[in-house]
Nanobody, 121 residues
């Protein structure tokens, strides 16, 4: 079994910063791309940032220059550093990863439970 657990969400003032973490655990053989998605009330889930096993990155235009995605392969963990936060960043943030589980043929798509980020004064 494979699990993804997010942490680091909370309440922050506009212009502030938060750092999200997502740790993968279980019977993991390898992890390919890891990413962060977010979903605000009444809106579709959208990609925020993604990072490959080779550490190539992609960012949504709305967060480019403010957010930084990184990963620690030894810890099977991906991070999202969020700076200069805006009210429109308020959403539930979800971790996503492509994982090859030990003893299993093929790659699976896994999601974390989500962590709330609220930007408000």
């Amino acid at each position: 079994q494979v699990q993804l657990v997010e942490s680091g969400g909370g309440l922050v003032q506009p212009g502030g910063s938060l750092r999200l973490s997502c740790a993968a655990s279980g019977s993991i053989f390898s992890i390919s791309t890891m990413g962060w998605y977010r979903q605000a009330p009444g809106k579709q889930r959208e990609l925020v940032a993604a990072i490959t096993s080779g550490r190539s990155t992609n960012y949504a235009d709305s967060v480019k220059g403010r957010f930084t995605i990184s990963r620690d392969n030894a810890k099977n963990t991906v991070y999202l550093q969020m700076n200069r936060l805006k009210a429109e960043d308020t959403a539930v943030y979800y971790c996503n990863a492509g994982v090859v589980a030990s003893g299993v043929v093929g790659i699976g798509d896994y999601w974390g439970q989500g962590t709330q980020v609220t930007v408000s004064s």
